[in-house]
């Protein structure tokens, strides 16, 4: 090999640096970072709570937004510098529309100051967001060959392998971050005193890995399970299948460890669907795929309707309940006068006087205006239950909010704190500790409440906010913002006071939210011209071949985390892996299109005319001898082409 190859190659290699870097190292970054949040400023959040501490997104999103940077500097370098031309394919079209949605989003986003820095537990700016589309379309120019394919595998795979690692030990109830060695690793010098402080709470034998939050794991190792098992089949060599078959195994291991039924749910449906592509190959594979799809929709109801297995599955989908329909209090209205909390169709007032002695006498009536007579349940705490049969769950206490008089009503063992003030008359302490008149979240009823693990409110609770975010979102990270944090009806039932649904647990509508209509539809469409053009590759290609089955497995990840982001949400622990699959998916793509001349018949047709019409235009012109000579080196280019054609004839095949 001489030296300019050899430079050639390394340099060559060089430009992989920053792909293997985001997919397989970046998602292993876990180390304290301390930033003011800046939401004190709202009713929901508490005025205590500025400073906060995070683990697992701010450097993840520094590192992050460092290798976007370094992608475009080396892209521009090589455009102007090396006068090279990039790849480029139309589905990049709708790419670059979302992120001109992305980017009008930001520019005229009410919440710059997030938009641009990330927000509370969830750190993805709009810059990280440009660099995961960059990571896309970097990986696609210049992962050229097979090789180059390989190694980005291989070397992001010793990052995830370390990922996989952690999150077994989790599994197993050895926390790398319990331990000393490990915490003095992930904090500042100046934290070292406070160690034994330091708790993710996390439940024992839970895997989180370095990725945080167990339901990230369904889209991580989502992706990989079905990679893995695409690599094993096309494998050559005995011990590459032995090292994949204990990859699978460890990858399966960590996502029951994360408890994440969204992630099963997905790889199912996203293995049918690839299961379903090959058997689309054959004719007669076509009807074992069509009666197998007929057997499983059957297979489903009967098992979802007669057994608790499936019961249990279907109501975790479907959910059970509304939330009007299972709780007692469904509204609460803070007066001039006095507090009126609807208990079921009951509507309840409460009031009180406070006297100079500072003894607080509370009055209670129904909706006609009648006093309720109260009885002491408890001394000690001085709260009385309601003489009526209609507020039995109810029941009332007498307190002092900082030198200040005020009531508790207790609902179903709820408590909801409100005081009289002169200027405002009776207003609702809220979790937070803020005084504010209560309003309630306007919420659709499209789903129930315990649908996907909960995630039904979240979505009816964000589904009328979609209205004025037709053209343009919020911007980017700010869901938190828009998405109403004074639900404290959900908030008390469903997931607990001074929780915030900093996700829509959809990536569909976050994007909607964050991006407006049109830039989510932008981002589908984008989506979908993988998945469709995918399946057609892969319906023709020749599956003998070890490339094949590596664009295989990357279109199958894309499809399992695509699916999974129906209830699940974009992150900077596993959108780098995503961004970085999806960009080495098109490329494969494109190699194989290349190397089996795919979607070519049209294009040899006229190809073929347009030579044939040449040698006629010549033979016209040329004496009888040579054009003898030109008839028969004509037909030699024609047997040639109908060899040719045959075997792109066997490549259309369906």
């Not at 589905?91 to 930001?106: G, R």
């Not at 509304?322 to 909390?341: F, G, K, P, R, W």
């Not at 098109?586 to 001349?597: D, I, P, S, W, Y």
Request: with cysteine; charged share 20%; proline share 2%.
């Amino acid at each position: 090999m001489s030296k300019n190859v050899y430079a050639n190659k390394k340099k060559t290699n060089a430009l992989l640096i920053p792909i293997i870097l985001m997919m397989g190292f970046v998602p292993l970054i876990v180390h304290m970072f301390e930033y003011d949040a800046n939401l004190s400023q709202f009713d929901w959040f508490p005025a205590s709570s500025g400073l906060q501490t995070d683990f697992f997104f701010a450097w993840k999103m520094i590192a992050i937004v460092i290798l976007g940077v370094v992608m475009i500097g080396i892209m521009l370098y090589r455009y102007l510098k090396k006068k090279e031309q990039f790849q480029f394919e139309n589905s990049f079209y709708m790419l670059f529309v979302y992120a001109m949605f992305v980017a009008m989003s930001a520019l005229f986003s009410s919440y710059k100051y997030w938009v641009v820095r990330g927000t509370y537990e969830l750190f993805e700016p709009v810059w990280a967001v440009f660099a995961y589309m960059i990571l896309c379309y970097y990986v696609y120019n210049y992962v050229q060959e097979e090789k180059q394919v390989n190694k980005v595998l291989l070397w992001a795979g010793v990052g995830m392998a370390m990922v996989t690692l952690i999150g077994i030990f989790q599994y197993f109830g050895k926390d790398f971050f319990k331990t000393g060695f490990g915490k003095h690793l992930i904090t500042n010098t100046s934290f070292w005193g406070n160690l034994d402080s330091l708790n993710f709470n996390m439940a024992e034998g839970t895997s989180y890995t370095t990725l945080y939050n167990p339901n990230f794991l369904s889209f991580y190792f989502g992706m990989l399970i079905p990679l893995l098992a695409c690599l094993f089949i096309g494998a050559k060599k005995v011990w590459q299948r032995a090292a994949l078959v204990v990859a699978e195994i460890l990858c399966i291991i960590c996502l029951k460890g994360s408890g994440s039924d969204s992630g099963w749910m997905a790889v199912a449906a996203g293995a049918a669907i690839a299961v379903l592509v090959l058997l689309s190959r054959g004719k007669k594979l076509r009807y074992v795929g069509g009666a197998l799809v007929v057997a499983g929709i059957i297979g489903s109801i009967v098992i979802a309707n007669t057994t608790s297995f499936g019961e249990r599955i279907k109501n975790t989908i479907t959910g059970t309940y509304h939330m009007e329909d299972q709780y007692s209090l469904n509204d609460i209205a803070t007066n001039d006068e006095d507090v009126v909390l609807k208990i079921w169709d009951n509507a309840l007032s409460v009031s009180y006087d406070s006297a100079e002695d500072g003894t607080i006498q509370i009055l209670c009536k129904d909706s006609d205006g009648n006093p309720l007579g109260q009885t002491l349940a408890d001394e000690g705490t001085q709260t009385y239950s309601i003489d009526d049969e209609r507020f039995a769950n109810v029941q009332v206490q007498p307190v002092m909010f900082d030198q200040t008089a005020g009531i508790s009503v207790y609902v179903d063992g709820i408590s909801w704190n409100f005081v009289k003030t002169d200027d405002d008359g009776y207003e609702f302490l809220n979790p937070a500790g803020k005084l504010v008149k209560y309003e309630k979240v306007k919420q659709s009823n499209l789903f129930k409440e315990d649908a996907m693990s909960s995630r039904g409110h979240i979505w009816n609770t964000t589904i009328p906010v979609l209205g004025k975010h037709v053209f343009v979102g919020s911007g980017a990270n700010t869901y938190l913002l828009e998405r109403p944090q004074n639900d404290y009806f959900g908030q008390a039932y469903i997931y607990g006071f001074n929780n915030y649904d900093v996700k829509a647990h959809c990536w569909y509508l976050q994007q909607w939210v964050e991006t407006g209509l049109f830039g989510t539809l932008a981002l589908i469409g984008f989506l979908l011209w993988y998945i469709i053009r995918s399946v057609r590759i892969y319906r023709r290609v020749d599956l003998h071949e070890h490339l094949s089955w590596v664009g295989f497995g990357l279109f199958a990840a894309v499809l399992v985390y695509v699916i999974a982001a129906v209830a699940n949400d974009s992150n900077v622990c596993t959108a780098p892996v995503f961004w970085g699959m999806l960009g080495l998916g098109m490329a494969v793509n494109r190699m194989l299109v290349t190397k089996e001349n795919l979607f070519v018949k049209a294009e040899e047709t006229q190809t073929t005319e347009n030579d044939n019409a040449d040698v006629q235009q010549k033979n016209d012109a040329a004496p009888v001898n040579e054009n003898v000579n030109a008839e028969n080196k004509n037909g030699k280019q024609k047997a040639s082409g109908k060899k040719q054609s045959r075997k792109q004839r066997k490549n259309q095949k369906k």
